[in-house]
């Protein structure tokens, strides 16, 4: 055995600390808005948060108690609807995207897929509006659902499109020398693997619907009363924070604080829920 | 993953299902943000007592009366009145005129923060124009020590907070500079938004009431309602007078009162700068837009029913939650209004 060279080796190894150090530094500063923002909707908010706030409905000003109920089912929903419009197109997409899309109109869509993520969210509540809301006469869930869906497109388009082209070939290669069709491949074989990033661009997606204002306002646009019909309008934690903060007075303002930690829990929770479910799945296969 | 999947298909399935057995009149509208806390109230007061659920979103006065014109609510609601034009769009769209029906009164008040000059600082109409137009930039400037005596102002910069969003609070204050000073009128006008000749932008009534509150010598302009719960100074202000006002819910009343003689037939009128010794001159109504002849007539006899509880029962709400109550002359021609929607 070779001793080292002992200040090369003490070089090396204090280089390797040091950036050990900023990488785990760099990782706290990411963390840091996220644990503040969690804690300080959790201190504003504690005060509304009680059981009443997930079982009762919304009170006027100057009445105690009252809750979000209806606004907790009708985000449910929202998502629901949204997820349903927009995944299903964002799934084949991605699987087109990344399986056969080495041509000019392939490129043409990854293009408009990329222009579509960086769109203002308004800009699309206001395309949902004219094409759902006026033609309805009415705002309803449906709309609100619609303008969802559209923007979940670019993330799980893309998100899956990466993660079927992280498979790796030999693995189509084996399949196909087996004499398996190609659907039958990318469906068993292909699609499996990735499900797990897959599933992860399905989160960010309902994730950043979840969190979304600006095009419920114009479509869904909210309601005070119990509704789960998706013809109607309907409420949602997001347009409740939005009109509730605004308010002059102290228990509104607590209540949008305690919507936004639910909300923000509410996305955590669904992550957890997707980490466990896809967990373990192909482990140490594909990447 | 599938039976979780189908769980909850069931569970959002049995929710539909409830739903429609439960079938209820439902009304929706939406506009100005000003009414939002007393129409919340109205609203769940209202639906308790005869089951017809008003659902009320507040996304602006603008939005109110771009949603009338195209039809997609049952009623809007708004701050500052339509325009003839606007009007005119609505009919040609719907088939059917607007009604405008005056709820509640509000104030803009301006507020200051100036600790050496304590409360019930006096602001006439032309020094407080002359501060937002930029001309007066002393606290100690001449024209407001005339009017403030025995008050001891610091010789400290004017720092101007307005709002940087579009809003009815706004329309309301810049209607009244248009008023009373000609030089406003020519340089900036009026509006939900304006080209603000000096200070900061705040956004919404807590972001100028929060501007204000932290910067020493500060003065802006926000509802009655922020000033009071913030617990900020406000100035009492000149009227066509002469008289300094405070704003109060009475004296918000007395211009609406001061305002009747004038008032047109369709109420569609601008309460700033009214006449009456006790009247605060930045008030204004809010607005509900109604549909005179609607195709659903069941509808159009709850909007009818509800209206004239709001005009009774619904006023008394008003001052607890900092809005002024419409004074009974006020209440006499908005139910002559309400007469007039068909029912049948």
Redesign the interface.
Known sequence: MRMPNSKRYYWRKSKNIVMTVLCLLSVLIAVIPLFLIFSYALSQGIGALNLDFFTKM?????ESGGGMANAL?GTA?LI?LGSLFGLPISIFTGIYLAEYGENPFAKTVRFLTDVLSGIPSIVVGVVAYIMV??PM???SAFAGGVALGILMIPTATRTTEEMIRLVPHSFREAALALGIPRWRVTLRIVLPTALKGITTGILLAIARAAGETAPL??TA?????W????G??IASLT?FIY?YA????EDWNRQAWAAAFVLIFFIFIINLIFRF?TRGRYAGNGH | ?KSLTIA?LIF?LS??A???TLSQM?L?G?GA?FP??IY??W???Y?QKSGV?F?????GSG?GIKQTI????DFGATDGPMSDDQLKQAKEKQGTDVLHIPTVMGAVVVTYNLPSAGKDLRLSPDVLAGIFLGQIRKWNDAKITAINPGKSLPDQSILVAHRSDGSGTTSIFTDYLNKVSKTWALNVGKGTSVNWPAGLGGK???GVAGLVKQSDGAIGYV?L??AV??NIAYALLQNREGVFVEATYESVSAAAAGAIKNMPEDLRVSITNAEGKNSYPISGFTWLLIYKNMKDKSKAQEISKFLTWSMGEGQSYAK???YAPLPQGVVKLCEKKIHSIVTQ
């Open positions: 919304p009170k006027p000003v100057g089912v929903i629901g809301v006026l006469k009415q705002f306002l114009f646009l909210g309601n005070r009363f509704s789960t019909d998706i109607h309008p347009v009109d605004k308010a002059p007075f479910v | 993953m909850l959002v929710l539909v409830v739903e429609t439902k929706n939406a943000t939002y806390v919340s109230k609203f769940d007061v639906s659920q659902n009320y979103q507040s996304i939005g195209e039809g997609t609510v919404g009534n807590e509802e309602a922020y719960k913030n607890d939650l900092f």
